[in-house]
């Protein structure tokens, strides 16, 4: 560990708590500094970014600890050429705790703190109204103004109202952020609703972006420090606005449905699905929604791009999207759209497949197998050609070479 024979001794009582007797700051700064001199680009050397928790299991956070291109430490550390260093405040990595951890998010509401700053929130927000008195949903730190022996706990929603206004950027992570996801689902008791939601439409951050919606349950966290840095670099002045479609995503990571980028798609196309889990065809007709979802973890993996759901046999449930999970239970059940699809692909994959077959046995074999009857190789079945795969197959070369030879004539 870089810090432990230089870390300060723990100087005031808003350092209890703080068993590294450092601050999250002077770590990250000191760890930079260990890397060498910076190249500075751009007006900032740092930023805050303050993630806040809501009506959340954590899973985003866990995602993101994984993410690998730009991984988290390199956010941290200032790694990338002209990303600020980023000061993350998150309840469950901090190095310090109590008011020690607040204080920088007071600073923030106050703006008071000497660089700008980016809120990330996770899980919905809950209408803290119907937590009854006393209590709440997900909150983060204390106040002295409330009815439990003159405290009372700040509600994360409290802090996104508080903090969002001055923020350069919201982001919202995961579905449960996004659109409201799994807390906002039927039978909705607390009240829980996306970022958007609680903001309103009319909400822009301090630079003029609404909020960024990182959807995904849980979200690829390559998506999310992806989209954080190509962020940073705009506000840096060194990068452009990145893309957003309409409903704040990244256009460029959720542009595709997952479909398109499935390594089962050729399946799909020549109408062979699989029957069970473990089979290794299409997944349309055990329920999956792929076709339709805006996502990319077919093509990016879950993590280092390795994983994701149709490539480890699982259906795509739809957890991307805004109608999640509503619009796509009862999960595990193939999707109407699939009778008339399904039944196409198995139409024409049923006069493609056998041709395509056809045309890979001749492709399997040398020119000068062609003639002769041996066995080519010495594994055994002979792939010598069959009446009709030397008809169609000499049909098929005449096409193949037709534009050429009226060239060459
Ligand atoms: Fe498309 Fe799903 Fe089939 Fe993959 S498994 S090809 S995403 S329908």
Redesign the pocket.
């Known amino acids: 560990m870089v810090m432990t024979e230089q870390a300060p001794a723990i100087r005031h009582m808003s350092q209890v708590g703080n068993v590294a007797g450092i601050s999250q700051e002077e770590w990250a700064t000191a760890v930079a500094a260990k890397a060498g001199p910076r190249t500075r680009i751009g007006a900032f050397e740092q930023v805050h970014v303050f993630w806040l928790a809501g009506m959340s299991c954590d899973g985003c956070s866990i995602a993101v600890l994984g993410a690998t291109a730009p991984s988290v430490e390199s956010l941290l550390t200032g790694s990338l050429p002209g990303v600020p260093i980023v000061f993350l405040h998150h309840t469950a990595v901090q190095l310090e705790a109590g008011e020690a951890y607040m204080e920088p998010m007071r600073k923030a509401w106050r703006g008071e703190l000497e660089a700008p700053y980016v809120i990330v929130y996770e899980g919905s927000l809950a209408d803290e109204s119907l937590a009854g008195t006393g209590g709440y949903w997900s909150a983060v730190g204390e106040e002295g103004d409330g009815p439990m022996e003159g405290r009372r706990q700040i509600p994360s929603a409290e802090w996104a109202r508080r903090l969002a206004p001055g923020a350069a950027a919201t982001i919202a992570i995961g579905t449960c952020a996004t659109w409201g996801g799994i807390p906002a689902a039927f039978g909705n008791v607390t009240g829980a609703m996306s970022l958007t939601d609680f903001l309103g439409a009319d909400y822009r951050s301090a630079l003029g972006l609404p909020v960024v919606n990182i959807p995904g349950c849980s979200p690829v966290g390559d998506n999310f420090t992806e989209t954080v840095a190509a962020i940073l670099l705009f506000l840096q002045g060194v990068g452009p606005l990145p893309e957003f479609d309409d409903l704040g995503r990244p256009a460029w990571l959720f542009g595709e449905t ?2 398109r980028q ?1 390594n ?2 050729g ?2 196309e020549e109408g062979t699905f699989a029957e069970e889990y473990g089979d290794k065809e ?3 007709e055990v329920g ?1 929604w ?2 339709v979802v805006n996502c990319n973890i ?1 093509s990016r993996g879950a993590i280092n791009h390795v994983g994701g759901c ?1 490539n480890v046999g699982g ?2 449930i739809g957890c991307t999207m805004p109608g999640f999970p509503d619009k796509f239970t009862p999960f595990y059940k193939a999707p109407p759209g699939t009778v008339l699809s399904g039944t196409s692909s198995r139409l024409v994959g049923s006069f493609i497949r056998p041709l395509r077959r056809m045309t890979q046995r001749d492709r399997n074999r040398e020119v000068r197998w062609d003639r002769s009857s041996e066995p080519p190789t010495g594994w055994g079945a002979s792939n010598a050609p069959t009446f009709v795969d030397k008809i169609v197959q000499g049909a098929y070369d005449r096409i193949r070479h037709s534009d050429t030879a009226a060239k060459d004539r």
Request: with cysteine; glycine share 6%; aromatic share 12%.
């Open positions: 997952v479909h499935c089962r798609a399946y799909y299409c997944l349309v999956c792929g076709p077919t149709m259906i795509c």
